[in-house]
Nanobody
Framework: QVQLVESGGGLVQAGGSLRLSCAAS????????SSWFRQAPGKEREFVAG????????IAADSVKGRFTISRDNAKNTVYLQMNSLKPEDTAVYYC??????????????WGQGTQVTVSS
């Protein structure tokens, strides 16, 4: 089992920045890929960014490319999402996810509890 705990959400004005953290515990070394998803009110959950725990592979959704950066600290079993130039449409609950079965970014088998990000205009 893998446990994921997110932190770093909050309220920020448009144009501001936030950094989300996702700490993995349990069988963290079994993780192949970690991702961030988000879900806004009334909308489906969407993929935001993903990173593999070995090598340099990472991707981001077009909607956040150039503004959000995903990174990891293997020693701390932690994944980060640096969010810059935030927009009101980035308001959502952000979820950390992990895949311990394959290298896929979008088919995780573990989820965190979510952290709220609210961007005011």
């Amino acid at each position: 089992q893998v446990q994921l705990v997110e932190s770093g959400g909050g309220l920020v004005q448009a144009g501001g920045s936030l950094r989300l953290s996702c700490a993995a515990s349990g069988r963290a070394l079994s993780i192949y890929a970690s991702s961030w998803f988000r879900q806004a009110p009334g909308k489906e959950r969407e993929f935001v960014a993903g990173i593999r725990w070995s090598g340099d592979s990472k991707i981001a959704a077009d909607s956040v490319k150039g503004r959000f950066t995903i990174s990891r600290d293997n020693a701390k079993n932690t994944v980060y999402l640096q969010m810059n130039s935030l927009k009101p449409e980035d308001t959502a609950v952000y979820y950390c996810a992990a895949n311990s079965r394959t290298l896929s970014y979008t088919s995780p088998d573990y989820w965190g509890q979510g952290t709220q990000v609210t961007v005011s205009s």
